[in-house]
């Protein structure tokens, strides 16, 4: 199994532009997550999905879209890029453990840096 | 808006020192999870509390659940070079995570 992978690892963009950020999972998780980790702030949750063809809102959603139409794929869109949007993003997925709380599984991370 | 923070942010120790990290909210949670997380790579989770007062044991690491449930520490003893890393807090461990601000460990040898 790979686990969680996210394409691209480094992406540099300039401010206006928009960029897909791809995550993936082989696991069979229903649930899945982009998060943004900036210094000193940790993980801040952006958009979650509980399923394919559901998805919803975070912490920090503003600027950012998603969709998820299968189990494996959670891309997150970025519409116009704004320097406020340099960050690390990492792509998350979750199984459900016995005692009703989840284990999530983190992808390597996306490292954006927008001009 | 539910907060978690962390104590110290910053550490630097010696191989075979001790530390403890502290993880607290005013929110009371129903359980807490601690990651730790690599230089380049995505958080891993090293343990799940629940109870409250609760203690588990990860070979040098030991994790306690605050009494009241809004609190958590993470102990490790005898460090070594390999515990380098950032370590995290996180609650509730459902659906909508909420991370703690971290404490980034470096263990000198």
């Known amino acids: 199994n790979a686990g969680v992978t996210q394409t691209p690892k480094f992406q540099v963009l300039k401010t206006g532009q928009s960029m897909t950020l791809q995550c993936a999972q082989d696991?069979?998780?229903?649930?899945m997550s982009w998060y943004r980790q900036d210094p000193g702030m940790g993980l801040r949750l952006i958009h979650y999905?509980?399923?394919?063809?559901?998805?919803d809102q975070g912490e920090v959603p503003n600027g950012y879209n998603v969709s998820r139409s299968t189990t494996e794929d959670f891309p997150l869109r970025l519409l116009s890029a704004a320097p406020s949007q340099t960050s690390v993003y990492f792509c998350a997925s979750s199984r459900r453990l016995a005692g009703g709380y989840n284990e999530q599984f983190f992808g390597p991370g996306t490292r954006l840096t927008v001009l | 808006t539910q907060l978690l923070e962390q104590s110290p942010q910053f550490l630097s120790i010696q191989e075979g020192e001790n530390l403890t990290v502290y993880c607290n909210s005013s929110?009371?949670?129903?359980?807490l999870q601690w990651y730790r997380q690599e230089p380049g790579e995505g958080p891993v989770l090293l343990v799940t509390?629940?109870?409250?007062?609760e203690v588990k044991k990860l070979k040098r690491l030991t994790f306690q659940f605050g009494d009241a449930r809004k609190d958590s520490s993470l102990h490790i003893t005898a460090a070594q070079p390999g515990d380098t890393g950032l370590y995290l807090c996180a609650a509730p461990p459902t659906y909508k995570y909420i991370f703690g601000t971290g404490t980034r460990l470096k263990v000198l040898a």
């Open positions: 509390v629940v109870t409250g007062g």
């Open positions: 929110s009371v949670f129903s359980s």
């Open positions: 696991m069979n998780h229903e649930y």
């Open positions: 999905s509980v399923g394919a063809g559901i998805t």
